[in-house]
């Protein structure tokens, strides 16, 4: 018998079907092979074979598999690759392929590309940090690297150059970028440099253009995979590099299943299959931050920017100031004279409100404090409605929204919130003359409109972009001489215990958003908690004092890199089953020792339609954890309509 997964139908939970492997095709056919099945009352439908079985599972009579298309849909060598993120992740296989290998793959006729013949462009010359980077990749005897490289120091040209060096051996290539970045000025900056050899892979692709580059890159066509998440699972045979540039990006972990997180399973990739990892980013995650100091990665470092342009300076802006002075306005009277200057010197300004949706919290304007969980230290959410409480959405802990601040007794605190659009209107009203464009979700729901408000600011078309945290992520504008953050306290209060590495991954990002070229550019930081290391170590950009800061908190509360997590969210279509369930799940999780943070409602407490709980495992060793969660799983009797879903290693908790 075999399983076969149905390629061309979307099922919203992939399960495979079984089917019979006729005496003739006895011996031809693996895990893996592309097979052509009949299904419903169509007669021949391409399928994915994902498991060999002897006895038979459904009810009917299993059918008989037609034909073998293809003995291998993805390159044999892969499949431990595959197995492995199954196992890890706590994913069904089949949907750890769906994820793999792109819908549609087998019913493609190709058809032949237009080959161009652009000269391909010649490398520039480098700068003595690069020299010396290259020099360590080259001779170091590891094969797995962290670039350490601030904004603007050229860490592109040393991907290119590895890449170069790699091809130059007989070896393939996989470039992993954040989906948000997978811009065509990215894609042809490496189509300059290796013009066909390159094949782009991103979901800005019809299912036709990605299945075309799949096979490029599939029939050895193409050497060099670019792409977002997905790409990490690329049909090569010859791998010899992987790069994950701006690894510390929570893009890179699918938040559906399988949710595997595209780094780790790059690194587990190189480990089969032999290759290099260089991962890049001007704000390393604390997670390969701390693997490099262990020594598992070698840490290179490209400390100044290309052609001796200095950082910009950051002032950080006290809030509470502002407010004693009299100052009520989202803007302080800096930010405000700062952007005047920008309008009458016909430069260009970017203004961030980050709005990560969780914007309910609890503010002391007098201090600058948060109301936070005593056990998790994450800022506890406020929730709205017939009564109004705070509630920690890690434990569970419940207090009364306080009238006075518990950390200094001043009655100015209150629920903290603003969004872009007030932020625009504020804006005309302050600098009536100046054309402002808005980037955030609101304005970029429409296919293709992100790219023309940003391309419309570079033409310069407006004055002042206004935006969330997508407006801090890899952009390039020379005219732009200011960055002004109107409340980094936003970033500061997420209800995750990741606030602080947010916080500083946000404004060193923005910050190198000013002053990439001749004008130089400056950075305001609006918070009232102008004194929070994450703040002041952005503001001085220093990158191992904040790491060496954030990394004593989390190794305290056991949380990672220091400790593993795993969130199980329980989801169900009545509050009190929903809550039994999870409650169930605990207790049988802490009868085989696992100890569990809730089950508390997730931040999200009602999606869709349903009801959701969440349980945090934090622990040391997750594969036994992960081994009682399954064996806990599968004991659980609850009703019907709940759901139980596992996130192995969570980014983001909500
Ligand atoms: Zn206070
Ligand atoms: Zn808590």
């Not at 010899?240 to 997180?261: C, F, M, N, T, W």
């Not at 290759?275 to 980013?281: K, N, Y």
């Not at 004092?545 to 279509?573: C, D, M, Q």
Request: aromatic share 6%.
């Amino acid at each position: 018998m075999a399983e076969v997964l149905i390629d061309s139908i979307p099922l919203k939970d992939p399960k495979p079907f079984t089917y019979r492997i006729p005496t003739a095709l006895q011996g031809r056919i693996e895990v893996g092979s592309a097979v052509l099945v009949p299904f419903g009352n169509r007669k021949g439908v391409g399928g994915v074979v994902t498991g060999l079985t002897e006895e038979i599972k459904t009810e009917f009579e299993p059918k008989d598999i037609l034909e073998v298309l293809s003995e291998g849909v993805l390159p044999s060598l892969m499949k431990p690759l595959l197995e492995w993120v199954a196992a890890y992740y706590s994913a069904p296989f089949s949907g750890v392929w769906l994820a793999a290998v792109p819908k549609g793959i087998l019913k493609k006729k190709r058809k032949k590309k237009n080959k161009s013949n652009e000269p391909l462009e010649l490398p520039p010359v480098l700068t003595p940090d690069q020299v010396k980077v290259l020099g360590q990749i080259e001779k170091n005897s590891k094969s797995l690297f962290l670039l350490h490289g601030v904004t603007g120091s050229g860490k592109t040209e040393i991907y290119l150059r590895a890449i170069g060096e790699n091809l130059e051996r007989g070896k393939q290539a996989i470039v992993l970028v954040p989906e948000i970045a997978l811009t065509p000025q990215t894609v042809s900056r490496f189509r300059a440099r290796f013009g066909e050899r390159i094949a782009v892979l991103h979901s800005g692709l019809s299912g036709g253009e990605r299945a075309e580059e799949w096979h490029r890159l599939r029939s050895g066509e193409a050497d060099i995979a670019v792409g977002a998440r997905s790409a990490v699972f690329a049909p090569l045979e010859r791998l010899g590099l992987i790069i994950v540039d701006e690894e510390h990006e929570s893009s890179y972990k699918q938040d559906s299943a399988p949710r595997y997180h595209a780094r780790t399973v790059a690194l587990k990739r190189a480990s089969l299959e032999g290759a290099t990892v260089i991962l890049g980013s001007a704000t390393p995650s604390l997670e390969s931050y701390e693997a490099a100091s262990r020594g598992e990665f070698a840490l290179i470092e490209l400390p100044r920017r290309i052609n001796g342009r200095p950082l910009p300076p950051v002032e950080v802006i006290d809030m509470r100031q502002e407010l004693r002075e009299g100052n009520r306005n989202m803007f302080s009277r800096s930010l405000k004279k700062a952007v005047e200057g920008i309008l009458e010197r016909g430069e260009q300004a970017i203004l961030l409100m980050n709005q990560r949706g969780y914007s309910r919290f609890v503010l002391c304007r007098a201090c600058g404090q948060a109301v936070r969980c005593p056990r998790c230290a994450v800022s506890l959410t406020l929730h709205k409605g017939k009564s109004e409480y705070l509630i920690c959405h890690y434990c569970g802990t419940r207090a009364l929204s306080p009238s006075i601040c518990p950390s200094c007794r001043s009655p100015k605190i209150r629920h903290f919130g603003v969004g872009t659009q007030q932020l625009e209107e504020t804006c005309q009203e302050l600098f009536p003359s100046a054309r402002i464009a808005r980037l955030d979700r609101d304005t970029t729901s429409r296919k293709g409109s992100h790219a023309q408000i940003l391309d419309g600011f570079r033409d310069g078309e407006s004055d002042i972009l206004i935006g969330t945290q997508m407006v801090a992520k890899g952009l390039d504008f020379p005219r732009v001489s200011l960055v002004g953050v109107l409340a980094a306290d936003l970033a500061l209060n997420l209800p995750d215990f990741r606030a602080a590495e947010r916080t500083f991954q946000l404004l060193t990002q923005v910050a190198g958003r000013a002053g990439r070229s001749e004008i130089p550019g400056a950075v305001i930081v609006q918070t009232y908690s102008p004194e929070h290391f994450s703040v002041q170590r952005a503001k001085e950009h220093d990158f191992e004092g904040f790491y060496h800061e954030e990394a004593e908190s989390r190794r305290e509360l056991s949380y990672p890199p220091f400790g593993k997590l795993i969130n199980v969210v329980a989801s169900g279509t009545t509050l009190e089953s929903t809550q039994e369930a999870a409650e169930s799940l605990a207790a049988s999780l802490q009868r085989r020792g696992v100890m569990a943070l809730g089950p508390a409602p997730a931040p999200l407490s009602l999606l869709k339609g349903r009801h959701r709980f969440q349980l945090l495992i934090k622990t040391e060793e997750l594969e036994s954890a992960r081994q009682v969660l399954r064996e806990s799983l599968s004991e659980q009797s609850s009703p019907k309509n709940i759901r139980f879903a596992v996130d192995v290693e969570p980014l983001n908790l909500l």
